[in-house]
C-alpha cells in the first residue's frame, strides 16, 4: 500500500526554544517523533541524538537478517545510550531525556515503538484510536481505575513520565503491530498536540482535510490557538490501497 506523508514542528505559543524532533525517512520506510525534556539544551539535544541515532540504526541494519522488532527495539536502546553517553561528557545537561515515538514499515506488518507520551492514532473512518499507550503516572492510574480519563486530562501530575529516553533504569520498550487498511490515516505526535486538543477535534481535523500537508498544519494551528503551551510535532500518514 502506498503512504503519503508530511511532518511539521511548531514552537508554540509560549515557549521560546523548539525541544522537538522528527524524522521521516525519504522512501517511506519509517517515521520518528521526540519530545525532549530537561532545559531548552538538554531537550533539544535528547531529542535530536534520539531522532538521529534510531535514523541511522535502522538505516545501517535494514536488510540485515535481524526481525524487525530486534531491530527496532535495539535502535531506542541506542537512543538510550547515546543520551546516557552525552549526560556523561555534558554534566550540564545530566538530566535531559526525550520520549520517542517510532512507526516502521520494514515487513507487511508495520510495527510501533514508542516510550514516554508521545503517540500514534489511527483514523479510520470517522473513528480515532489511540494505538499507544503513554507512559505515564496518570496514564497508569487511569489504567487501574484510580482516577477517571477526565480527571487525567487536568491532574497537576499529568506531565510526569514514568519513562523516557535517556536513563539507566529503562525497564520497558513498548512494541506491537499496527492493524492498516486502505483509507487509513496515522498520526504521530507529541504531547503538544494532545495537551490542547481533545481526540475529538483531532479525529474531526484528520476526518475532513484530506491532503496531508494541510491537515498537519491544520492540527498545529488549532493547537495554539488552544494555548499552544508546549511545542507541538505532527506527522501525518494516508494510507492508499491503489500503490
Known amino acids: 500500500?502506498?503512504?503519503?506523508?508530511?511532518?511539521?514542528?511548531?514552537?508554540?505559543?509560549?515557549?521560546?526554544?523548539?525541544?522537538?524532533?522528527?524524522?521521516?525517512?525519504?522512501?517511506?520506510?519509517?517515521?520518528?517523533?521526540?519530545?525532549?525534556?530537561?532545559?531548552?539544551?538538554?531537550?533539544?539535544?535528547?531529542?535530536?541524538?534520539?531522532?538521529?541515532t534510531i535514523q541511522t540504526y535502522l538505516e545501517n541494519y535494514w536488510h540485515t537478517a535481524e526481525s524487525s522488532k530486534t531491530i527496532l527495539e535495539q535502535a531506542l536502546l541506542e537512543a538510550n545510550q547515546a543520551i546516557i553517553n552525552d549526560q556523561q561528557q555534558h554534566p550540564e545537561r545530566g538530566d535531559m531525556g526525550t520520549t520517542v515515538v517510532v512507526l516502521l514499515f520494514r515487513d507487511e506488518q508495520p510495527l510501533c515503538a514508542h516510550i514516554g507520551d508521545s503517540r500514534l492514532y489511527r483514523l479510520r473512518g470517522a473513528k480515532l484510536d489511540q494505538i499507544t499507550e503513554d507512559h505515564t503516572w496518570v496514564a497508569l492510574a487511569i489504567r487501574m481505575g484510580e482516577i477517571s480519563p477526565d480527571q487525567g486530562r487536568v491532574h497537576p501530575w499529568r506531565h510526569v513520565l514514568a519513562q523516557c529516553l535517556g536513563r539507566e533504569d529503562l525497564r520497558q520498550i513498548d512494541i506491537q503491530p499496527v492493524q492498516i487498511q486502505?483509507?487509513?490515516?496515522?498520526l504521530l505526535?507529541?504531547?503538544?498536540?494532545?495537551?490542547?486538543?481533545?481526540?475529538?477535534v483531532i479525529a474531526s481535523q484528520l476526518k475532513s482535510i484530506r491532503v496531508c500537508e494541510?491537515?498537519?498544519?491544520?492540527?498545529?494551528?488549532?493547537?495554539?490557538?488552544?494555548?499552544?503551551?508546549?511545542?507541538?510535532?505532527?506527522?501525518?500518514?494516508?494510507?492508499d490501497g491503489s500503490g
Not at 505526535?189 to 475529538?200: A, K
Not at 494551528?221 to 511545542?231: I, S, V, W
Open 1 to 52: 500500500m502506498k503512504r503519503l506523508s508530511t511532518g511539521l514542528t511548531d514552537v508554540g505559543i509560549v515557549r521560546r526554544v523548539n525541544q522537538d524532533d522528527y524524522y521521516i525517512d525519504p522512501e517511506g520506510r519509517f517515521f520518528i517523533v521526540a519530545d525532549g525534556m530537561g532545559g531548552h539544551a538538554g531537550g533539544e539535544e535528547a531529542s535530536h541524538l534520539a531522532t538521529q
Open 182 to 186: 486502505p483509507s487509513d490515516r496515522l
Open 189 to 200: 505526535c507529541s504531547d503538544g498536540l494532545t495537551e490542547e486538543l481533545s481526540d475529538q
Open 214 to 239: 494541510k491537515a498537519a498544519a491544520a492540527l498545529i494551528n488549532a493547537a495554539k490557538e488552544h494555548g499552544g503551551r508546549d511545542n507541538i510535532t505532527v506527522i501525518v500518514l494516508s494510507i
